[in-house]
């Protein structure tokens, strides 16, 4: 494979997914520069208003397949019918690249690398190691980058990865196959959500250094639909995933922390609550006990949260615990 050294891959079949939006000025330029080693590109229209469809058309590339949507699906609704197309065309690796020309075609050797060895199931781009060029991305995107990251490691489990919102990532065709695409959110959660589906499988996960790029692209994304969308999202995806990987895979010391922690907590905030709002009411002062039976459950559970997100951190998938593709895919 061209790009990628003397790395065991000369027959692997990479299919680039390309997801389209109102991208005309871009997509002819970036179906160009992917690279000839990549056997398939699958460009995805999700409903553009603009002339992407007709561009589209216009490309004379023997690589290329496209899809086109009837009704607008999101970002990740368009991934998902590329995926869908590579799995349908036997590819080995599916790549998601934009179709707006933010993502570097010179990055794709890197991002297959781990993929290629056998050392991750999962590949995604983490523009947060290059400080010079991170001084390119908008201010507003880096600092809402940093308090998401650490949402997404709570709720996904991989606590060793970064920038969850990069969308440059890659695939092993076998563990795709085996995801529930029908619980990957189709807009602006998707990759927080398809770290949570590939942490239930057990699949591995690892970044890629690359640097951060930004043109005459505009992002569809706004901050008041991430703060309106994303909070109910994260806890739904960290519930999900506590029950599939902690309660139904596996039920262990970490899922007694979290089930003993919980009530006490709630309890000990519950009840603290309740005797400081009738003690304000009526004047009286709580007595000592009354402080100490709201604290301590309080605490005790607290502590018993904090032991279970230890465990976590020490229970992220990782190649030394065998691959991702073992086991039967799982439905709920």
């Known amino acids: 494979m061209k790009g990628l050294g003397a790395l065991p891959s000369d027959a692997l079949h990479v299919a680039v997914v390309l997801p389209c939006f109102n991208v005309e000025r871009h997509i002819k330029r970036v179906i160009s520069s992917v690279p000839e080693f990549v056997r398939t590109v699958i460009a995805v229209d999700d409903h553009s208003l603009d002339g992407t469809r007709a561009a589209l058309a216009a490309i004379r590339d023997p690589r290329l397949v496209i899809v086109m949507h009837e009704r607008n699906q999101g970002v990740g609704g368009a991934v998902l019918s590329g995926y869908q197309a590579a799995l349908e065309r036997n590819a080995d690796v599916c790549v998601k690249m934009d179709g707006d020309g933010q ?6 050797p890197a991002l297959l690398q781990p993929i290629a060895l056998g050392e991750a199931d ?23 980058n940093g308090f998401l990251s650490f949402a997404t490691k709570l709720v996904s489990g991989y606590w060793s990865i970064f920038d969850p919102t990069n969308g440059y990532t890659a695939i092993r065709s076998e563990v795709l196959r085996r995801l529930d695409m029908t619980k990957i959110q189709r807009r602006y959660f998707f990759e927080t959500s398809m770290l949570v589906e590939l ?71 519950v009840f603290g609550l309740l005797r400081w709002w009738q003690s304000e009411a009526s004047g009286v002062p709580a007595t000592a006990g009354t402080v100490i039976l709201a604290a301590l459950p309080f605490l005790v559970g607290f502590q018993c949260l904090l032991i279970a997100l230890v465990l976590d951190t020490l229970q992220q998938p990782s190649r030394t615990g065998g691959p991702a593709t073992s086991g039967r895919s799982r439905s709920s």
């Not at 983490?126 to 600092?143: G, I, S, Y």
Request: with cysteine; net charge positive; aromatic share 10%.
């Open 122 to 144: 999962y590949a995604k781009g983490n523009r947060f190691h290059d400080v010079e060029r991170l001084a390119t991305m908008p201010k507003m995107r880096l600092v809402g």
């Open 199 to 269: 942490n239930i499988l057990g699949a591995v996960v690892q970044d890629v250094e690359m640097p951060a790029r930004y043109g005459d692209e505009t992002s569809s994304l706004r901050i008041r639909n991430v703060l309106a969308q994303f909070p109910p999202l994260l806890i739904r995806g960290l519930l999900r995933r506590f029950f599939w990987r902690y309660m139904i895979r596996d039920f262990n010391a970490l899922t007694l922390c979290v089930l003993a922690g919980v009530p006490l907590v709630l309890f000990g905030l």
């Open 103 to 108: 993502m570097s075609p010179d990055d794709l």
